[in-house]
Nanobody
Framework: QLVESGGGLVQAGGSLRLSCAVS????????VGWFRQAPGKEREYVAGVSRTGRNIYYKESVKGRSTISRDNANSAVHLEMNSLQPEDTAVYYCAAKYRVTEDVRSDGYDFWGQGTQVTVSS
């Protein structure tokens, strides 16, 4: 089970920290990613962290203002986003995939959370 938290309404230029709590699985064997979907748009891959944290991916538009991190002790992944803009408004989903490698590509995510809304006002 994956449960997201930390979404909300924030003004442009503000920050949010999204969290994804993972239960029911051996956390260290799973890569975890964050996706988002805005109304009328396709889902896009925002960030991902491999099973050990060795590999990290950021979508170009969030690179430099976002940090994804793993908290293995608590089976959680966090995505901190700064300098938020209205175009960051979307439902953000946490997803996980079982991997023995350090794969952090956008495909293959099997398990999904319910999503958390992020709204950035201008």
């Amino acid at each position: 089970q994956l449960v997201e938290s930390g979404g909300g309404l924030v003004q442009a230029g503000g920050s949010l920290r999204l969290s994804c709590a993972v239960s029911g699985r051996t956390f260290s064997w799973y890569a975890v990613g964050w996706f988002r979907q805005a109304p009328g748009k396709e889902r896009e891959y925002v960030a991902g962290v491999s099973r050990t944290g060795r590999n990290i991916y950021y979508k170009e538009s969030v690179k430099g203002r976002s940090t994804i991190s793993r908290d293995n002790a608590n089976s959680a992944v966090h995505l901190e986003m700064n300098s938020l803009q209205p175009e960051d408004t979307a439902v953000y989903y946490c997803a996980a995939k079982y991997r023995v490698t350090e794969d952090v590509r956008s495909d293959g995510y099997d398990f999904w959370g319910q999503g958390t809304q992020v709204t950035v006002s201008s």
